[in-house]
């Protein structure tokens, strides 16, 4: 018989930082006005899952000119997430916190019309970083990352890092005529905020790499799942619910 | 958060096949090591690249992102990409992210030698 004793199992030091495997995704307690359509049910959807070119977004932003602690800043970040973005969007984070697995749903009108409707899954979380990863029907297929760290010359960068394709060929076609610029906006918004924040005002760096130039059309099919078709059908359906909600009574 | 430090060696333990044993924290720094042992290996004479992730301590978000750039790579290269040394933990991981949808997992390097 050997002397040699088994080794006890490591347990990764990752491990509670990412999501917990799940056949779809849950919304325990949609926050009121949420729209709350096109994410219970769902399964998550990664770069594998999408549909169009494969591209990887870097936002950054350097907070020179204030003293800042990386982890002071993100948690300054995960809680005014909402406030930084643009008046269009809404995030209905979940009231749990920002916990890997948790989902936050998301509402994006444009002039008050309700343009889509979805949500993301918190997929990791540690004390430099969050990342957040799409459901079926997102118009993106993916996942963005949210981190800050500190840089050898003394300030702090926060960054924003999505890796991700349009998900189903409509998506492709919104993104490439005007979504990928609203995205853009959207993020860069998001990091300007951040730095106004601590009173910087700070130019937001942007870095554009297209990872896979080819389209997976065997994920064409994606677009029974989009979520800008199902919440204008939504929308669309509004006053069929409500008499069939009278009639119910 | 404290680092260790990120490593990469290729093997080639059959014919067409090479093996990426990595070792450390697989973050975004692990980039550039990653990368160019990838981009070391004869896409001519190799067409199944294993992932052995039997020495990996840690991975966040940009890690895993790594691997769908390396994903990518094998596939314009008309190459499959499998792994293996994945503890239970990294395979629920890789199941969460649905990396799994696109690279086989193996139990054993032998296996995955084996199906190559």
């Known amino acids: 018989m050997s002397d040699e004793k088994q080794q006890p199992a490591r347990t990764p030091r990752d491990s509670g930082n990412w999501a917990p495997r799940a056949e779809s995704l849950q919304v325990s307690a949609a926050p009121a006005g949420a729209r709350n359509i096109n994410v219970a049910g769902r399964q998550v959807s990664g770069p594998v899952q999408g549909f169009g070119q494969l591209w990887q977004k870097t936002y950054r932003v350097a907070l020179e000119g204030a003293e800042l602690e990386p982890a002071v800043v993100l948690a300054d970040w995960q809680a005014n997430f909402n406030d930084f973005l643009p008046a269009s969007e809404r995030f209905h984070l979940p009231e749990e916190g920002l916990n890997p697995g948790n989902v936050a749903l998301i509402d994006t009108d444009i002039a008050n019309v309700p343009l889509v409707s979805t949500g993301v899954m918190v997929l990791y979380r540690d004390e430099e970083s969050f990342a957040f990863m799409t459901p079926e029907g997102h118009p993106e297929s993916g996942w963005i990352t949210f981190s800050v760290s500190p840089h050898a010359d003394g300030y702090v960068v926060a960054q924003i890092q999505s890796l991700a394709r349009a998900a189903d060929p409509l998506y492709e076609f919104g993104f490439r005529i005007f979504g990928s610029r609203m995205q853009e906006g959207i993020w860069s918004h998001m990091l300007t905020q951040l730095a106004g924040h601590y009173d910087l005002t700070v130019p937001v760096s942007v870095e554009r790499q297209q990872v896979d130039s080819k389209m997976q059309w065997n994920r064409a099919g994606n677009i029974r799942q989009n979520a800008q078709i199902r919440t204008t059908l939504h929308t669309m359906t509004t006053p069929v619910r409500w008499v069939r909600s009278r009639i119910g009574r | ?116």
């Open chain 2, 1 to 116: 958060m404290q680092q260790a430090a990120f490593n990469v060696d290729v093997r080639y333990p059959a014919s067409g096949c090479a093996v990426l044993d990595i070792q450390g924290d697989m973050t975004g720094a692990a980039e550039p090591a990653l990368s160019a042992a990838y981009a070391g290996i004869d896409s001519g004479a190799v067409k199944t690249v294993i992932l052995n992730f039997d020495a990996l301590d840690y991975m966040n978000s940009s890690g895993i992102g790594l691997l769908v750039t390396i994903l990518v790579r094998v596939n314009g290269n008309n190459q499959q990409l499998l792994a293996t040394g994945l503890n239970d933990h990294y395979q629920e991981i890789f199941e969460v992210t649905r990396l799994s949808d696109a690279i086989r997992i193996f139990p054993s390097e032998a296996d995955a030698i084996a199906a190559a």
